[in-house]
């Protein structure tokens, strides 16, 4: 499957990502559709096993709008991500 990411967002976004989500058709596996993976920042500390943290990701449709904008006034900065132009 292609996909781009994981790009990290904040667990506030998901939510609303999910709820996008339903405006857009299932993904075609078959057909080999474009998904865009997001890693959840905070995840790390809701879920660990002896092996070490269990991060959440969240993957959506390449259709969908991309939902990892660098935010710097609001995101940490080791957790940002620099903007997609084009």
């Known amino acids: 499957m292609p996909y781009r990411g994981p790009f990290f967002i904040e667990a506030t976004h998901v939510h609303s990502c999910i709820r996008e989500s339903f405006l857009y058709y299932p993904i075609e596996l078959a057909a080999q559709e474009a998904m865009w993976l997001y890693a959840i920042h905070g995840s790390q500390q809701l879920g660990t096993t002896e092996a070490g943290?269990?991060?959440d990701?969240?993957?959506t449709s390449?259709?969908?709008r991309y939902r990892?904008?660098?935010r710097f006034d609001l995101s940490y900065w080791n957790f940002s991500?620099?903007?997609e132009i084009g």
């Open 53 to 55: 943290p269990v991060p």
């Open 62 to 64: 390449g259709h969908q």
């Open 57 to 59: 990701i969240v993957f």
């Open 81 to 83: 991500n620099y903007a």
């Open 68 to 70: 990892a904008d660098a």
